[in-house]
């Protein structure tokens, strides 16, 4: 005769690695900065502004263009970056670029209207958090102990040597 207890299941919760964290997040801001520029094109004037050779205060121009993407280029590389480079240089990297576009997504908020500003309060504010969540991430980043074994291993270790078969 089988008896059956009762078990309660409960969902696992595997640690998640840092690095995907920091991809998660980088992915998150770069979907939020394509929102937030679709939308801007919503409000009253913009698309005439734009049709008429201008953004913000610029002249649309080869210059600005590229501006713009090397502005969107390096979030958007951030994703890759945070799953692939090394740790140390992981960390570095992120904690600078993430210091650095705080006040690029600030600077988003300038020449807005008044009427604009719980907008770009908002949308502003969840950039930044994200932003604070990559610099907390990477700031707080575990470390491991390092034993010499592993160490004096990892120094000495040979490139896989392709291995032909006759």
Do not use: C
């Not at 008429?52 to 280029?73: H, N, P, Q, Y």
Request: hydrophobic share 50%; glycine share 4%.
């Amino acid at each position: 005769m089988t008896t059956r207890t009762p078990t309660a299941t409960l969902l696992d919760s595997p640690p998640v690695p840092v690095q995907a964290k920091l991809a998660a997040a980088w992915t998150s801001l770069m979907f939020l900065v394509i929102y937030i520029d679709y939308f801007h094109l919503y409000q009253p004037g913009e698309i005439d502004e734009i049709r008429g050779g201008v953004i913000f205060e610029f002249d649309i121009s080869a210059t600005l263009m590229t501006t713009f993407f090397v502005v969107i280029a390096i979030p958007a590389l951030m994703v890759v970056l945070s799953m692939t480079l090394p740790a140390r240089t992981n960390r570095a990297t992120n904690i600078v670029v993430a210091s650095l576009y705080v006040p690029v997504m600030v600077f988003n908020a300038a020449g807005a209207s008044s009427d604009w500003a719980f907008y770009y309060a908002v949308t502003i504010g969840v950039e930044v958090l994200i932003l604070a969540f990559v610099l907390r991430s990477a700031w707080t980043w575990p470390r491991g102990v390092a034993s010499t074994v592993t160490t004096a291993a990892g120094a000495y270790e040979e490139p896989l040597q392709a291995q032909h078969h006759p």
